[in-house]
């Protein structure tokens, strides 16, 4: 009896113990075989892979607010989504929530994966795909910064960008850190400087094109040199783009009868985006612009793989790179807007030969044989007119038209007054209004104090 | 004999071998002579009774029965023995008695009166006396239960117990006294036996339970620590007894249901539905849609009839007669005809249970058929359960359950409200017709305009028709289910007083569901139509065979819990007694399942093709621009663990003190916490006070009083928490455009998160007037529950929209009353139970406010500091402008800025109504018997409460097609201002003035209501004497459901809890009979 008490009392605490360590193990498993703490570069390559958030989500209240389309009264006065209709008569104080938080999206996900990537010393066979997905999450977020600024910061001006508000730059990934607007000066020189990172870590080309890549660095830093009127930084980096690889599509090679003339991941897209989805655009409701639809000359192309015309005698948009009929308008990076910002950045600096070699270059992948002529000219302004036109042309409901509008709108000559007329109501937007820059939206500034921009 | 004995000793020591390495202890085997032994039995039904108190009449030894009944107390000559136990009257056993039944002496004692049998209540881990209890537990007996038939075994608990029924969305939620959370889970726990219950409760067969025991208070609930905030429901199945002879009992029932009365949706009428289109026809609402040839949206035949006339393919007469016969044409007449039926359930089931002395058995069979109102849809149900108990030995005794179910559901038909014309219309336009004259099916619009859908591929494309009537025909979904429960569980005496008990239990639901769209249903064709091409050949390229489609899916859940425990039970010194109880519990979840595709499925051949699921295919005329085939393959694999530890003990003190603790420790593998924050400490405690049991309580018209007083935490956990950033995988084939996999931020790191936890205070009263007259209880608590998990809004520019903070506390109160009374106990008797419950709520604290006052206007949890969790907020009402526009209130002045209210009103602004669950509710249920009838009925209130009723939306009656009767009502001419509140119809709609006007407090209204709920008149026969027929008893009864609502505090007729969908009336006739 005794033996038997002693081999309890030894063997009772000890099961406890085993039984509590095993409980500890017991409750390591995961709970959910989808879930996992990032860790690995398979783990932050999946995360910059999520297509939906970081390349289906682009901001589109620009493009909205934009003169490349009008709507019926009809279409207008029943439109469900109130930011749509607001946008579309660029009323003072619109809240485009959805434009803000997608957008910062991207800056989240980007800023976990470059924390997530600092901890991970690679194997050296690897180093390869470290740089690529540190290079990748530094596009990814100085594109969608980028793409915010276009909205709801001014135009840059050298003369005032050190004093006008920028945006939040977000650069940790700290959800407690309070977002403060920086200025424009340091908006565009911190999305200059991460791209300027990526490129020396992205690879020349990629699987796919919805990753970034070297290429499209040189895409995106023209378009970013173009708007800050930095027309030498834009030619060279043009001029890489093309050296590199991005070649133009020929349109005579499509056929205007398909349903859907352009596919998505054309040989002319470099990176592909595209915008949040906006009832105006949709080719059901928004009608081209009358006066854009007339401007193509006979033998262009674009007058039939662009358009179609609706029952009703408008036309509607059908050359979205992004597929034609999809609901969401193709908004990244295309070598036709490269060979633009080539052709205006050398225009702009006199170099009018280059300018035209490269337009011509351009416009013959446009025109019917028959019909192309080389354009020629010796007058610095009339070849700018020239690639102007063009641009005007190429560059419908690709969210840069917003763009282009703030920065033409510095020069008089170039400047634009847009109008939209509902019933016998005229809205009009002339050129520098205070509306160019799109209101902080509510949801923002409700939660924090930042500043709103003037109206 | 001697053969049994050796084999019981061998396994005996078998088990002892088991049991030794964690327990510690020896039998004790002695027996002195002298020593009187003895049983304590009921009468009648000889089932042992523990815990009753055995002493002499003059010498001062006292002791108390064993689990088994047993005592031993020393022999004192010439003095009798004093027998008693609450709830029976005691017994008094001579010196000479006790002399001549010695060594065999049992003592049966009789209950006080029949019905008033000692209450037993069950926690799950173990089971007391309620006279014995601290905490607050209701107990619903079988009697109570079978009173209603129905396969649905929670749908008895309404107007049985306090639980409040929220009936007002499709799914009812359960609630036990009251919200203790804002957005974590709501419901109770369910326990079945002693296990939480993991699978479907629809496999639980009413008939198999023996009673509900309902856990309230932190000190009857905190045994379940970290699930148990929202209350516990114990399910007590039912069992055998020892030395219980063979029982049969058979019972059967059939319910009829009528079919629903569809003219309660208030719809829009027909004539008012094509006024609406004849204008918004005219003022050019329908040209963005009919010049759309891209996605070609559904236009209503009344507006292909107008466009056709517009067009010059008809005359306007004949426009005007096509338009005229539809306005005397009302769906519901159609739905009503064609798409319901008279509902039939049956319910059979059979049962038989007894014991010998050192076993006991029960095994039931049970099936179910229920055809529904809804033509083609319904379900079966067989359950076989087999519960046994082995006493191997004195002190070991060894327990096996088994639970088969296997149910299957079939539902191939949507009904009205699930029947959807795509292209963002919700629902159809009033006069559409299902069928014609001679009831063939006719189609209606959907997805596409019929005047396109009339002419698409010209013939070579598959028809692209939608006829409702017929798809019901053709629909072949089905789910099925199968669980398998099995118990297993060990009881070892190592002294009279410990006890050690294992436990476990494994079960399985395997699900199954099947959806087989053949080739000729809409879907199919839609699907195989929208991937053709036709090429210029005239040839079609497929992108979809022609054919079935078939979705297939299944899920597996596993569980297996196991329990070690230590029980003890002791008295001493004749007035302590002392029961406590340790635990460990250990329980994995894992739940797995998965779905998947197969395109061109021919069921007869079973042959299928493959389909290109990686690249974008065009579709039909660019339709839908280019697009993967849908491809709904997914797989779930989710495990659950946890850990507990658990202790209880309660003293009582000359049966008049009790005292009560416990304290429980839940861990959980929570994903991306810490081990040691994966769990959470929580207590109770609890006192009793038996006031009759008071020397000096004299009060001859009240036989029983007891005060309670209790207090202490329950949880509620989350698995919202995480201390990391936590990704998701997505499956290639769901990601856009690339055949990549991809992930997706579930949680940013959240390191300060905690569980929520209700703190509850009780304080009961326990009573029973002599003779019985009345009885019941009342508890009077009050609930505080803390860290409650609030989703905070955060800055979007964080790149997070919101964010889950412990935010909020929610101080809670109510009353329940439960009583009991026998009016009348003659020849006739007439009896009556009343439930009465009243809860409020009101949320102390919040973190957070929202930005505009008006988003703490509408249904769902809107939290508001300083209001209950259901609070109804409004926009305050100032009536129609000599416009018929309605008018709000905005900063101090008449407003009619629907946007500026919308946007910028504030809190004081708006209008506070109430709540929307009723303060006060519950039940009343009178009977009355005479001989062999008895009648009963139960009556159902729920009082002071407010809903928001609906009206007239023009904005979504000319986008979505849904409206409202009350455009009939709304305001025409100058003047009809003064007599109705709905707002002139505009055009254009303003979603603002649509918004304000269904927010307003012009649409708030009373909620209160009384319900008689159902009839019941039974039919017993007990056969007397030695000649009884075959049966021992026979109970034949007619039951009738949903009888009326006798009483709406709303004017409009209005049913707040239901809506449209009021349960029809249904009769159930039944038999039941006991062999």
Known sequence: ????????????????????????????????????????????????????????????????????????????????????????????????????????????????????????????????????????????????????????????????????????????????????????????????????????????????????????????????????????????????????????????????????????????????VSANYSYCLDPARGNIDSILVQSYAAGDLRSQLFFRKNPNGASSFRGNYNGSSSSQLFAGLAADEVYLNLAESRARQGNITAALQTLNAFRQKRYTPESFFPVSTTSASEALAKVLEERRKQLVFRAIRWTDLRRLNKTPGTAITIKRRLNDQTYILPPNDLRYVLQIPNSVTSLIDIPKNPR | MQEKRNLNLSLYRCIILIFCICISGLPIAAQQANLIKGYVMEAGTRKPLSGATVRYKKDQQITHTTASGQFLIGRVIDDSLYVSFVGYTPAIISGDEIASKTPNLVIYLTPVQTGLQEVVVSTGYQSLPKERATGSFEKVDQTTLSRRPGKDLLSHL??????????????????VRGRSTLFANNAPLLVVDNFPFDGSIEQINPNDVESVTLLKDAAAASIWGAQAANGVLVITTRKGRYNQPLKVEAATNITVMDKPDLFKDNATSSGDFIDVEEKLFKEGFYNNDISNTYNRPPLSPVVEILQKEKAGLIGHEQAVDQIAALRQHDVRDDYRKYLYRTAISQQHSVNLSGGAPGIHYFFSAGYDDQQNSLVRNGSQRITLRSENSLRLTKQLELQLGLLYAYSKTTNNNPGPDMLSPGGGKFRYYPYAMLADHNGAPLPLVKDYRAAFTDTAGAGMLQDWKYYPLREVGLADNRTTMQNYRLNLGARYSITPALSAELRYQYERQAGGTWNLYNGETYYARNLINLYSQIAGSGQVLYGIPRGGILDEGASDLTSHSGRAQLN??????????????????????????????????????????????????????????????????????????????????????????????????????????????????????????????????????????????????????????????????????????????????????????????????????????RGNALSGSIDYYTKKSTDLIGITPLDPTTGVVNMSKNSAIIQGRGIDISLQSRIIDRKVKLEAALLFSYNTNKITRYLYKYTRASSYIGSGINPLEGRPTDAILSYRWEGLDANGNPQGWLNGSVSKDYYAITNKSLLSDLVYSGRALPPFYGAFRPSVSYSRWTLSANFLFKLGHYFLRNSINYSALYQNWTGHSDFALRWQQPGDEKTTNVPAMIYPADPYRDGFYLQSSALVEKAGMIRWKDLNLQYTITPQGKHSPLFSQLLCYLYLENIATIYRANKYGLDPEYGASVPPRSISFGIKATF
Not at chain 1, 135 to 159: H, K, N, T, V
Not at chain 2, 158 to 175: A, V
Not at chain 2, 644 to 650: C, E, G, V
């Open chain 1, 1 to 272: 009896m005794k033996y038997y008490k002693l081999i309890v009392a030894v063997c009772l605490p000890l099961t406890v113990m085993l039984l509590l360590n095993a409980c500890r193990k017991f409750l390591d498993a995961k709970p959910d075989k989808k879930m996992v703490i990032p860790a690995t570069l398979h783990d932050l390559q999946a995360m910059l892979d999520d297509v939906g958030a970081m390349n289906l989500s682009c901001p589109i209240a620009g493009e909205v607010a934009a003169d490349n389309y009008y709507l019926t009264y009809d279409a207008w006065a029943n439109l469900s989504v109130v930011t749509d209709k607001e946008n579309y008569v660029w009323a003072s104080d619109v809240s485009n929530d959805k434009d803000w938080s997608t957008a910062f999206k991207v800056v989240f996900k980007a800023n976990v994966v470059l924390e997530t990537l600092r901890d991970i010393d690679p194997d050296p066979g690897q180093i390869a795909v470290w740089k690529r997905i540190k290079g990748s999450a530094l596009f990814y977020r100085a594109f969608a910064f980028f793409m915010i600024a276009q909205e709801f910061a001014p135009a840059y001006d050298p003369a005032t960008a050190s004093t006008d508000a920028g945006i939040p730059l977000r650069l940790t990934a700290d959800i407690n850190e309070i977002s403060v607007r920086s200025s424009v000066e340091q908006t565009y020189s911190t999305i200059i400087k991460d791209l300027e990172t990526a490129s020396q870590l992205l690879p020349l080309q990629v699987e796919y094109k919805t990753r970034p890549s070297r290429v499209a660095t040189f895409a995106l830093l023209s378009r970013i040199h173009l708007s800050m009127s930095d027309y030498i930084k834009a030619a060279n980096y043009a001029d890489s783009c093309i050296g590199d690889g991005a070649q133009l599509l020929d349109y005579n090679r499509l056929s205007s009868t398909a349903a859907e003339p352009f596919v998505r991941f054309n040989p002319e897209v470099i990176f592909h």
């Open chain 2, 568 to 769: 003890y039970n002791q008295h001493w010194k004749e007035r302590h007694q002392l029961a406590a109880l340790a635990g460990l519990e250990m329980k994995e979840v894992r739940t797995r399942n998965n779905i998947h595709r197969t395109y061109g499925y021919d069921p007869d051949l079973l042959t299928f093709s493959n389909v290109n699921y990686v690249d974008y295919l065009p579709t039909y005329l660019n339709l839908n621009g280019s697009q993967r085939i849908p491809d709904p393959l997914a797989f779930g694999d989710i495990q659950l663990r946890y850990v507990s530890y658990y202790a209880n003990a309660s003293y009582t003190f000359d049966n008049r003190y009790v005292l009560s603790a416990s304290a429980r420790k839940d861990a959980s593998n929570l994903f991306g916490v810490k081990t040691n924050q994966k769990g959470v400490p929580l207590w109770s405690a609890g006192l009793r006070w038996n006031i009759s049991q008071e020397k000096f309580f004299n009060l001859s018209w009240l036989s029983m009083l007891a005060a309670r007083i209790t207090y202490g935490y329950n949880g509620n956990t989350s698995n919202r928490l995480s201390a990391l950033t936590i990704i998701n995988y997505g499956a290639a084939g769901s990601n856009f455009y690339i055949n990549q996999p991809f992930a997706t931020i579930v949680t940013p790191p959240n390191p300060s998160l905690r569980w929520e936890k209700t703190g509850t205070l009780n304080i009961g009263l326990d009573f029973r007037l």
């Open chain 2, 158 to 175: 309404e107007g049985t117990s306090s639980i409040l029924f929220d009936k007002r969305n499709k799914d009812q939620q359960l609630l």
